[in-house]
């Protein structure tokens, strides 16, 4: 299946997953999606796209889309790497910003 995103206009190749429903009652999944329509579909949430409307454009599940967004945001680091301590800090022009600051309240 070919798909046209309005981001990109770049075809993206789609896969389809079936699923398939065996003689005991429960479910499977026979197919695995491509890393790069995960990756497709992060990038759409990123641009401000909705996961209902991501799943529509990528024919996938909306709930898939939320569950790849959530792995891809357990991927991130809970904190930002460690910076170097600074050893002088210049707050000279701020505080006389402030002290220049006239606050005229009132009507006159």
């Not at 079936?18 to 197919?31: E, L, M, N």
């Not at 402030?98 to 006159?108: Q, Y």
Request: aromatic content about 6%.
């Amino acid at each position: 299946m070919l798909i046209l995103t309005t981001f990109s206009m770049v075809p993206a190749v789609v896969s389809n997953a079936t699923v398939a429903k065996p003689a005991d009652g429960s479910f499977r999944r026979s197919g695995v999606k491509d890393p790069a329509l995960k990756q497709q579909a992060c990038q759409l949430y990123l641009e401000g796209m909705g996961m209902r409307a991501i799943g529509r454009v990528l024919n996938i599940h909306h709930q898939t889309v939320s569950r790849w967004l959530v792995q891809a945001a357990q991927a991130i680091p809970a904190r930002p790497p460690e910076t170097e301590a600074c050893s002088f800090i210049e707050i000279d022009e701020l505080c006389t910003f402030i002290a220049k600051k006239n606050l005229n309240v009132g009507s006159g």
